[in-house]
């Protein structure tokens, strides 16, 4: 049965009197024993956005250098059974409209970076499936030391980037490391500690960088789609087995680094690699009229 939990949720919309352009607390969902697991759902239109890991017990906090009345936003929490669901939705008002940030990316003028941010705070002591979606602006999203089960990330024309800055790696091992990416950018970096075993990249028409460049603990199968954007893939050093399929067109560019050699139709793979190999780097990608690039690491 699902339980609406106005005492449970503990939300606070408080708009702290601290001097202006400091942080403000302006959502708290407390810890709950019965909560297992939580589902988090972020939808950030516009503005700044940072994701970091927080030692406290609290299941999320949020800070800003607003004012609640200066930007719009919906936020709900509920329990099912040992499952807690938090949504959220963020938009800095005043902020120009899609058409006018894809005018700006093709014709170019004058840009004007906000400095209106939120940060987002996540407990380390509990398992997450974080649905993220951010549509104009930047976000930075730090997992380290987090216990992730599931991650969606979907960008409209932010400029995401994703990392372990302190390298602690995933607590937990991931089913799924989902990326979308229209008209924006996305860089992972080291994709080793995030220990999923699948990992989707779908491409519209801009830009992702994907860092293989530790060997994983779990090596993943890498799935991707590119339409007229870019996929950009380091990988690790060549004792780790590594192969590619790649279904492609005559539109498409695909350039593959030289560790890499042609086995079959449409497949390569490195030296270290054997058929049928369970131990291996596996990548399986589609290509209309974008982009594909191998890179290796670095000595």
Known sequence: ???????????????????????????????????????VSLRAKTGNCFIRPSQT??????YSNQDLEEYAHSF?????????????ALEQEGQRGVSKKISY??????ERPSDKFWKVYLTESKPYSLDLDYGLGNANVDLSGLAIKRLKINTGSADVNVGYSSGVENKVEMDTFYVKVDLGSLNIKQLNLSRSRVVVADVGFGNVFLD?????????????????????????EETV??????????????????????TSENT??????????????TFDLDVSMGKIIFKEKAN
């Open 1 to 39: 049965m699902m339980v609406r939990s106005l005492t449970l949720a503990m939300v606070s919309l408080v708009a702290a009197a601290e001097a202006s352009g400091q942080m403000k607390k302006q959502f708290t969902v407390e810890n709950q024993e019965k909560c297992e697991a939580v589902n």
């Open 57 to 62: 017990s609290e299941l999320l906090n949020i």
């Open 76 to 88: 709900s929490n509920e329990v099912r059974g040992d499952m807690c669901f938090i949504k959220l």
């Open 105 to 110: 990316q093709v014709f170019g003028g004058e």
């Open 212 to 236: 293989f460049s530790n060997k994983p603990e779990i090596m993943p199968s890498v799935k991707g789609s590119v339409g007229a954007g870019n996929l950009v893939i380091l990988l690790p």
């Open 241 to 262: 087995p590594v192969m590619v399929h790649v279904n492609d067109s005559w539109l498409c560019t695909v350039n593959l680094c030289k560790s890499l050699k042609r």
């Open 268 to 281: 390569y793979s490195n030296a270290a690699y054997a058929k049928d190999s369970r131990n291996a780097l």
